[in-house]
Each structure stands twice: as structure tokens, then as C-alpha cells.
């Protein structure tokens, strides 16, 4: 049994590159789809983005030859919807770059692959798609790694390595797509993009031998900006016209790369690609997270609510661009909607029903979703802890709580956005700073005593680092909010919220 799940989640992944098509090819009839004139158009337009030679996917679909001995499993993965990889259900929210085959395109590959795929008539070809880079949005103008490889053990716990990257800026640019490319993407959990104004990096770097330092969570210093980041399944795109972010003049761009070992000593030198633009930009891009830091997945659960909230201030109106998802291994559905003032039903943001790690997406809106102040963002997310899920970590499963390795849980959402530039935007800044992004839900603190690390009170603390995240480019600031407290006091941390049945009475952060 175990063999036979362990086969199927091979198929899953698309990692089938070692299995040609073991079906005894049948004779196509003259009715049969051929590859040159239905099925490779299909592949132009829903696949090949992936599936080219030197990209991300684990084998091409460019020519005939590249995908004959693909066909079962290729109608395997399109009949289970596993392929094209799109996580987002139907009917909320219209996004672009949404990859949903329709049924008579699965049809159509169906038949291909029961005909013993046939090539067709090479007068019926399309013109070819080029792909003449390894890069998803062309040549960057600007590529930077660190200068050398980052050389990471094969056990222990996970690793947060920070690399100031070798550029310093000599005049203000206007970024308008990044782009971030893993060396080993089997062992990078996330990266995470930071602008450095002051140089502050240079010296924790010079402090650490080897590439890079380490830096648990965050950067290690408090960013003056970001440029968004990547995770598993994330695929880079433009930000609309006029939006973009700035990097300011003298700054320099730090990437923190969350490594989870795999048993196997890897040598990583992940790359990022900067697009810009030479015209100033309309609007800065921006982002908040919505999030629950209060929760513990006891073992056993095979549906374990967790529920974070945020509302944006009175007198302040946005327009949000996107919305991105997060979560780790015990995921299993995360749903973010949003209420209107004086609203009677909540209107759906994004809905990911069959979480997947491996395929966490960025779901940018085809139009941008006007919120006016006082309109609540509710993050619903569902986790299995119990022995079913295959992806459990641990054996047997044990309590989960918040935090930064990937055998730690997150309940998280980003929304990206940009000031809507009706009232001042001045004012409206005011206005966001001024509301706690630790909402009730999260952590009431008139339900918890004021709790103190390091002489501080951490949801006093919590909250000024949130807050200053909206005005980020990024989420990064999220994860520089705990600077002050070590790794050993997070973990034993205990937070109480009697007023919410969502969330256990003793769970953990960090």
C-alpha cells in the first residue's frame, strides 16, 4: 500500500521523468487528435511556459519527441486536474495567468494519448514558441547572486541565510518584476527579498565566515524596503502599469533563503532577476498580512480551524492587486474573504480547497478589488495533524504551533495593494499606521496578560513591527518583528485567547 501511494504521489508531482509511456501504442484513426495540429497547441497555451527545456518543470513539451512518451501520464495529470497546477476554485476571484484546462482540451489530450499518440502531418505545426532564456520573464535587466555558493549540511535544523548582494545603486530604480530563480530548489523552503538602505548587512556579513550569515526569521535588521520573494510553485509576473517599487539610491538588496535539508549536502547559489522601468512610478506597491500567531494543532486533528482577521481603518480606501496564500505541510484548505462595511455576506478573495505546498501561488487580480475603510479580511484555514496526512512530519504526529521551520505551521495570507488615491494618500498612511495589525482575533490583549521578553511587552511590540510591514514593498518586514527575543524564549512562549474557540487555550509561538 505504502509503495502504491508513494507511486501515485510521484505522478502527482510531475516528476515522472524517468517513466516513458509503458502503454502498448494503438493505431490513431484518421479522427484521432495528433500532436502536430491539436495537441501541441494546447501545450502552447496552458503548458510550455513550464515545460520547456532549462526551466522549472522536470521535462519539456516543446516537440513531439519530448512528449509522446509522456502521453499516459500526461492524461493521467489532466483528468485528475493535478495539471496544469492551479490551486485557486472557480468562482472567486478572476485572476490572471489562471492555468484551467477546458473539458474538451482534456478530451482532445485524452483521445491523443488512446491513440498511441500520433505525431500528425508536419504541414499542421503552429509556428514555435521561443524560449531563448532561463528566465520565466526574459532577460532581466539586471541578474544578481551571491559571489559564491552557499554550502549547506545535510541534517539538522533548518537554515535562514541572509547574502548582501553585489550591487549597490547608484541612482533611485523603479522595479517593475522580480524574478527569483532556486539553484536547489529541493532544498529552498522560501526566499525573501530586503532592501538595505544603510548598509547594516555589510557588517553582519563581515562578522560571519563563510557566504552570507545567518539570521533566524529575519533579516537581522529592519529593512527599508522589500521586493516581494518566492516560494514553492510561484511564478513571477509584471506588476500592472504605473506600480512598481522603488530601490532607493545607495541601497543595496539582501536575500534571505530559508533552507530545509534533505539529507544530502547541497551546494546553492540561487539568482534573482530585476526588471525596471526609467519612468518614475504612479504608485508604490504595498502589502499587509492577515494571520492568526495564536494557534496549536493538536495531534490527531484531521480538521483543525484557525481563523486571523484585519480590518482596515476608517477614512482610509485601497485597491488590492493580489492575494498570497500561506501555509506549510499539515495545510489542507485556506479561504480569504472579505466584508464590507455594513456588508451581509463576505465576498470571497481567494480559495484554495486541496492546499499544496509545492504549488503556492501569487493570485493577482484581473481587476483590482476597490476595499473601503472599515471592510474586514477574515482568513479561514484548515490543518490535518493526524497520521492520514502524508505529509506529516512528524511520526507520530506531535502538537504544531506557529513558526518559521518547515515542520512548524504558519497561518497566513499576504494582500498586496496600492493606496487608492481619492482621499490623500498622506492621510490614509496615517490612518493605517494608527490601527493595530495584531487584530483580536490573533491576539486580544485585553484577554492576555501583558506578556514581557527582553523587558518588553511583545504584543506592544508585535504590533509596531506589523504595522511598519504595510508601507513594505513586501511581506519581509513581517519576519523581523521578534529581533529582540531569542530563538529559546520563542519557543516557549504562551499565548491565551479565552474569547475565541477557534484557537486552543496553550498554544505556542515560534
Known sequence: MKKFLFIMFLFACGLLTLVPNLTR??????????FNKEVVRIFQQNCQSCHHTGYIAPFALTTYEEAKPYAQAIKYAVQSRVMPPWKAAQGCGSFFDERILSNSDIEILSKWADAGAPEGDKADLPAPISFNSSWGLGEPDLELK?????????????????FVLPKVFEEDKYVTAVEVLPDKAE????????????GTSVKLDDADPGPGYTSFGGPGFTPTGGLGGWAPGNIPRFSPKGVGVKIPKGSRVVMQVHYHRNGKPMLDQTRIGLHFTDTPINDELRSFPVFNLAFAIPPGAKHQKVVGQY????????????VTPHMHLLGRQIKVEVTLPNGKQPNCMVNIPAWDFKWQGTYVYKEPMSLPGGSKIKL???????TSNPLNPNTPPKTVTWGEQTTDEM??????????????TQSQEANIMAQPMVDEIALDPAANPRIKMGGKDLVQQANIRLMGSIFSSSPSEMYNWATAYNKTEMN???WRSPKNTDIPQKPMCH
Open 25 to 34: 501504442p494503438t493505431k490513431g484513426s484518421d479522427s484521432s487528435p495528433t
Open 380 to 386: 479561514t484555514a484548515i490543518y490535518d495533524n493526524s
Open 492 to 494: 516557549i512562549l504562551p
Open 187 to 198: 532544498v529552498v523552503h522560501h526566499v525573501l527579498l530586503f532592501i538595505d538602505g544603510k
Open 311 to 322: 480590518t482596515i481603518p476608517a477614512n482610509t480606501s485601497i485597491k488590492v492587486i493580489g
Open 146 to 162: 551571491s559571489p559564491e555558493p552557499y554550502e549547506l549540511g545535510p541534517t539538522g535544523d533548518d537554515v535562514y541565510r541572509c
Open 411 to 424: 497561518c497566513l495570507a499576504f494582500v498586496s495593494y496600492i493606496l487608492d488615491r481619492k482621499p490623500s
